[in-house]
């Protein structure tokens, strides 16, 4: 076979999407020897994250502009090159594309397809757009694919729900863990990363953003509420410059602007040490198609707060403390249990380890080949 993937997202791996695509691309490399695959990127891999073998080629395509790329270039070139499969990773596709294309789009979650009421709109206007344009192509796309792959069984279901796709071409296929998240025991490296990110011996941890549904604003404010508790500090990474100022005012009215550390993106590096050094991992968010940083921080041995809806309960399962992420009480209950019980805290360190072993991106990259054999079978 001929497989063409839209890569573009694995050079862009700080976020689930771009380490799906990317870890999904290094295990298809080390499993399969024998179909040939194409890369479609629009930058230069400068920093050679792909992998380079005789049957894995790049190629770059222009203009970068994500619509005229996607609907127009993209199925222009998979036709060009002869590709029998296109796998598009990244919740869009190309609604036209050539019949003698088998199509794979991986869609992991619908949440743009979610009322405002469950899904608030962010007050980023490319967050927004995005929105749009995925909610807009969506079912003409699940229409034209030969097999549409989501992550967890709460985004199967949604899938089914919000979408007009037939059961026989939706799966579900979980996805993995770098094996870079593991307990890390030097004290000199974890006192190193508290010391770059001034968050002292206790904090939590949270990846923030200003869409709505990381629900940072809440964490914040939880931590606002524990502003007596002894050297206590929250540090919230991920996020822009202009999301830094969006929070900072926040922060400033609460009174506990020394207490809360901002921090843009950062490295799997410095995240994996930052996970090892924190207190605990808090990512109550409001809604998840899967949850990769939860799965993450369980490798890394943090106890772990995070919502009791969507994916995020069904992969933590009974490895996490489980909170209503809309009721700020209960996540200051959940913290401040951790924080005060010691045997808590060992316990779901231990579960945590234990729950990580039941992911792996070689598992993920395996049943994907299995589609792309389904798919060229299948009449």
Known sequence: MLIGIDARYALRGLHGIGKYTLNLILNLSKLDVENQYILYLDNEDNDSVLPFKGNIQKKILK??????????????QALRDRLDILHCTANTAPVVISKKIKLILTLHDVMFLLPKNIIPLSPSLYQRSGRIYRSILVNKIVNRAQKVITDSEYSLKDVERYTHISNKKLCKILLGIDSIFKPIKEKDLLNSIRNKYNVGNKFILCLGGIEPRKNTTAFIQVLSF????????????????????????????????????????????DLVLLYNAAT???????????????????????PVITANRGAAAEIAGDSALLVNPIDIKAIIEAVRRILSDEELRCNLTIKGLERAKQFSWEHTAKETLKIYNEVMTDN
Request: glycine share 8%; aromatic share 14%.
């Open 63 to 76: 203009p970068k502009n994500y619509f005229i790329y996607e609907q127009f270039i993209l199925p222009r």
């Open 226 to 269: 524990l502003k007596k508790e002894k050297n206590l500090n929250l540090l919230v990474v991920g996020l822009s410059e202009k999301e830094k100022e969006y929070f900072i005012r926040t922060i400033q009215v609460l009174g506990i602007y020394e207490q809360v550390k901002l921090a843009g993106f950062i490295s799997d590096s």
């Open 280 to 302: 605990l991992f808090l990512h109550a968010t409001l809604l998840e198609g899967f949850g990769l940083p939860i799965l993450e921080a369980f490798a890394c041995g943090v």
